[in-house]
């Protein structure tokens, strides 16, 4: 069963990735492929490698909640960093909002609440919404950085390019 309180939060938090994510796209959408390269410190990524990372997020932390195999999360890294065309790293970034979307909503209140999945990386799980959240924060904190990354360079983002 369906509590709506337990719908209402899981509804706000599907809204605001999915806000975080139509941002994102707008942001990605601003580069030049001349910045591609674009590395603010050696020990930083590059332009493009953060916008893979991004687009990457919600179908990648979603194959980690459930429990997949490195192997498989790798080869979809690898897919999303084959990509370098802005419509085509966007359509990863719907695409796994969609993915994420579905997975959520058709989880029962209690799995929401209590099921538990551990990614093959750590010892200890975290409960469905949990992982909701953390994909939310996850791209929300890469966006920020994206964000930044344009300011430096020069382009004309401000806040409301944000909200």
């Known amino acids: 069963m369906q509590s709506q309180p337990i719908n209402e ?21 601003k580069i030049s492929s001349d910045h591609w390269s674009y590395r603010p ?13 991004i687009v990457s997020i919600p179908s990648v932390d979603l194959l980690i909640l459930q429990e997949n195999d490195e192997t ?7 897919d999303i960093a084959a ?15 969609h993915e994420v979307r579905a997975y959520m909503e058709s989880l029962p209140d209690e ?4 099921k538990k999945t551990k990614p093959f990386y750590l010892e200890h799980g975290s409960v469905q919404a949990k992982w ?6 996850h791209i ?10 344009l300011k430096i ?8 390019d944000l909200y």
Request: hydrophobic share 40%; charged share 25%; no cysteine.
């Open 83 to 97: 990509d370098q065309d802005h419509e085509k790293l966007i359509a990863w970034l719907t695409t796994g909002l």
């Open 9 to 29: 939060v899981k509804g706000l938090l599907l809204e605001e990735l999915e806000h975080i994510a139509k941002t994102s796209s707008n942001l990605i959408r």
């Open 140 to 149: 929300q904190h890469h966006r920020a950085q994206m964000f930044t990354y």
């Open 41 to 53: 410190h050696d020990n930083m990524r590059t332009l493009l490698e953060l916008v893979q990372h």
């Open 132 to 137: 909701l959240i953390e994909i939310t924060t």
């Open 111 to 114: 799995d929401f609440l209590h």
């Open 153 to 160: 360079q020069g382009y004309e983002v401000n806040m409301f």
């Open 72 to 78: 498989v999360i790798r080869k979809l890294e690898a």
